[in-house]
């Protein structure tokens, strides 16, 4: 028999299927059905979405604060290092992430927030040295760190998204 | 978020009526803004709300009602980490006021 869950979300916050052990052709048909459904997910959210999406939101929040002093209240420009390293950071993220709110901190740093309520949101800084400053709630849990982009986004950063997003 | 000198700008709201705080947000705030942004409305958080999370409120009345919020975490390796816990636990614990009408800065 085939359970639906064995549609898991996987730690990459990809969507994936374990392998089926139904024998019967109602088990069959019920395989199929989930890859169905698999497909109709994965065509919904087409690769590079996210990136897409992400950048043209960074684009418009630099936009808004490429001089100093932004904000009244003494802001950093965004920092042109900052801006490449989000970028970076968008570029690799997994398909299935949703977008974050795109924002610039008054340090000139790169902000990405995604807020699914108060007890579930997950909030980071990503700075010019790829160094990535987050903060997150997942129900009662806090969770804080600093980690670096080197090539792609932090797996500790990505583990931390996919439990609030599971939360 | 802090700004970059760690001194958070805000002002003391109590006893003022919903249009006294607008007043102030119209007399103190929008002029110090860059030309095009908005002022939607306010969140209000107590002093102890502030307090409770080591910061320090410090009220200058320069110009009237101006107090600055210091205290922020310094000097360590993962501060912003620890700006943005901060942040996220005051952003939760504020009641955010909308003003009837949006604020443009011309």
């Known amino acids: 028999m085939i359970a639906a869950s064995q549609l898991q979300l996987s730690r990459e916050g990809v969507l994936t299927l374990r392998d089926s052990h139904g024998l019967s052709p109602e088990a069959f048909r019920l395989w199929e059905r989930i890859k169905d459904l698999r497909r109709y997910w994965a065509e919904g959210i087409s690769v590079g979405r996210v990136a897409a999406i992400g950048i043209a939101n960074l684009n418009v929040a630099r936009s808004e604060t490429s001089w100093a002093n932004w904000d009244g209240y003494g802001a950093r420009p965004i920092d042109t290092g900052a801006y490449e390293m989000a970028k970076r950071f968008l570029c690799t993220l997994p398909t299935m992430t949703p977008t974050p709110a795109i924002g610039v901190d008054p340090d000139g740093e790169v902000s990405m927030d995604w807020t699914f309520s108060r007890t579930k949101l997950l909030s980071i800084s990503v700075g010019a040295t790829g160094r990535v400053s987050y903060a997150a709630r997942i129900g009662v849990d806090k969770v804080r760190g600093t980690e670096w982009i080197v090539d792609a986004v932090p797996t500790a950063v990505l583990d931390v998204l996919s439990r609030v997003m599971r939360a | ?106």
């Not at chain 2, 709201?13 to 607008?22: A, F, K, P, R, V």
């Not at chain 2, 947000?25 to 209000?44: F, K, N, Q, W």
């Open chain 2, 1 to 106: 978020m802090p700004p970059p000198d760690l001194e958070l700008s805000t002002y003391h709201t109590d006893d003022l009526s919903d249009n006294e705080i607008q007043n102030v947000a119209a007399t103190h705030v929008l002029p110090e803004m860059a030309v095009g942004r908005s002022i939607y409305g306010c969140a209000d958080l107590t002093v102890e709300q502030y307090e409770e999370k080591a910061l320090e409120v410090d009220r200058d009345d320069i110009p009237e009602r101006h107090t600055t919020v210091t205290g922020w975490p310094t000097g360590n390796a993962d501060d912003k980490a620890a700006h943005r816990d901060i942040a996220i636990d005051l952003a939760s614990a504020a009641s955010l006021k909308l003003f009837p009408s949006e604020m443009k800065r011309r």
